[in-house]
């Protein structure tokens, strides 16, 4: 299906010079001399690449049809991670090199979307928000709550945080997977 660059929107999924790219942003320009463009950034779902790209703004692009599959990450298999299906029970097995940033947000039974693309397993999109299990941190002490600071701690999948001084090993933190930040603790 057709669409014109008109109707881009972040989370879009097209298909472009040869690839599946996500509308990572986009931007309408209308230049006081010649004709106006959509200026925007593309996420290349294969590769993970980020490339600008520039479209007339009379250009049609291919939707891409995505299909999101709701599937539950059971455990690891040496380098490979498995999933199931939730409503099937099929099972499905991703090499850790495709979904190498998910990784460090992935707890076992957590609920995912795993992005499908004619068959092809193109990655997994993780919740905006996962809680994490704090394993290791520095200890707090009297009178740091105060001065605001941070210091670094390490989640139970790996993923190092910036966390305020009052947090401690054994705290499990709410945690924004878009960015890797922490939110709070988690209730």
């Known amino acids: 299906m057709s669409i014109s660059v ?4 972040n989370g879009l999924t097209i298909e472009v010079k040869d690839g599946i790219w996500r509308v ?3 931007q309408h320009v209308k ?3 010649g004709s106006a463009f959509v200026r925007s950034k593309l996420k290349n ?3 993970g690449a980020v490339q600008e790209m520039t479209f007339r703004s009379t250009a049609k692009v291919e939707k891409a049809n995505i299909e999101n599959k709701k599937m539950q990450y059971l455990y690891a298999e040496g380098d490979n991670y498995v999933f199931m299906d939730t409503t099937t029970y099929e099972q499905l097995s991703l090499p850790g090199d495709e979904i190498r940033d998910e990784l460090k947000y992935l ?5 995912v979307s795993v992005v499908m693309y004619n068959g092809e397993t193109l990655g997994v999109d993780v919740p905006n928000t996962v809680d994490l299990k704090v394993v290791e941190t520095e200890a707090s002490i009297k009178g740091d709550t105060q001065s605001g600071g941070s210091k670094p701690a390490t989640m139970e999948t790996g993923l190092v945080v910036q966390v305020p001084f009052f947090v401690n090993e054994g705290d499990m933190l709410t945690i924004n997977t878009q960015d ?3 939110i709070s603790r988690a209730n």
């Open 45 to 47: 779902l294969r590769t």
């Open 24 to 26: 990572v942003e986009f």
């Open 31 to 33: 230049p006081g001399k």
């Open 107 to 111: 707890k076992e039974n957590m609920e």
């Open 180 to 182: 890797g930040t922490y």
């Open 6 to 9: 008109n109707e881009f929107k």
